[in-house]
T-cell receptor
Framework: NAGVMQNPRHLVRRRGQEARLRCSPM?????VYWYRQLPEEGLKFMVY????????ESGMPKERFSAEFPKEGPSILRIQQVVRGDSAAYFC??????????????FGPGTRLTVT | TQLLEQSPQFLSIQEGENLTVYCNSS?????LQWYRQEPGEGPVLLVT?????EVKKLKRLTFQFGDARKDSSLHITAAQPGDTGLYLC??????????FGKGTSLLVTP
């Protein structure tokens, strides 16, 4: 029973390049969430998606960041024209379609993005 | 956004000692979750507490939710090196967007 899978686990990009982070939710989960963890800061919510729908992207930076969760395939967090400040650990979480207590979310191992 | 304060920020103890870490909020929690995050990994859900005064036990871990639902504590009995990690509290007052504290970083040395 596989958990949330994220790849790559580590990603190095030069300034100005694009970063694509992938997330496959747990089997049976149709809700996906992305969080970012910066050094010295806690985990911060970025976006909440269901299949083919962005439900809430209030935590996403207004520019260069986008997310999708297509009908088939993993959820993708895309960062265009990366800058050094984008270096962080990006975590994906998933939850089942029925709301549990406090929206219990199950996290993947994260993608550590380093921008050089 | 609800402000979550976790204390202490860092804790280093020896194997076998007991410890307590705290999570305090500026307002009432609808529900509160505790996670543990090991280096290089994602957070793992330990427990969800909902009712004021609630106490939950998970082996050597005891979680308490304050009567007023504005604070919570995590007590570990006879800590082991495997307990090392970052302990995070989170609330879902805004619904699905978990709001995390900055965590308590625990190091248990043999």
């Amino acid at each position: 029973n596989a958990g949330v899978m994220q790849n790559p686990r580590h990603l190095v990009r030069r300034r100005g390049q694009e970063a694509r982070l992938r997330c496959s939710p747990m089997k049976g989960h149709s809700h996906v969430y992305w969080y970012r963890q910066l050094p010295e800061e806690g985990l911060k919510f970025m976006v909440y998606l269901q299949k083919e729908n962005i439900i809430d992207e209030s935590g996403m930076p207004k520019e260069r960041f986008s997310a999708e969760f297509p009908k088939e395939g993993p959820s993708i967090l895309r960062i265009q024209q990366v800058v050094r400040g984008d270096s962080a650990a990006y975590f994906c979480a998933s939850s089942p379609p029925v709301r549990g207590l406090g929206y219990e979310q199950y996290f993947g191992p994260g993608t550590r993005l380093t921008v050089t | 956004t609800q402000l979550l304060e976790q204390s202490p920020q860092f804790l280093s103890i020896q194997e076998g000692e007991n410890l307590t870490v705290y999570c305090n909020s500026s307002s009432v929690f609808s529900s509160l979750q505790w996670y543990r995050q090991e280096p290089g990994e994602g957070p793992v859900l330990l427990v969800t507490v909902v009712t004021g005064g609630e106490v939950k036990k998970l082996k050597r871990l005891t979680f308490q939710f304050g009567d007023a639902r504005k604070d919570s504590s995590l007590h570990i009995t006879a800590a082991q090196p495997g307990d090392t990690g970052l302990y995070l509290c989170a609330d879902a007052n805004s619904g699905y967007a978990l709001n995390f504290g900055k965590g308590t970083s625990l190091l248990v040395t043999p």
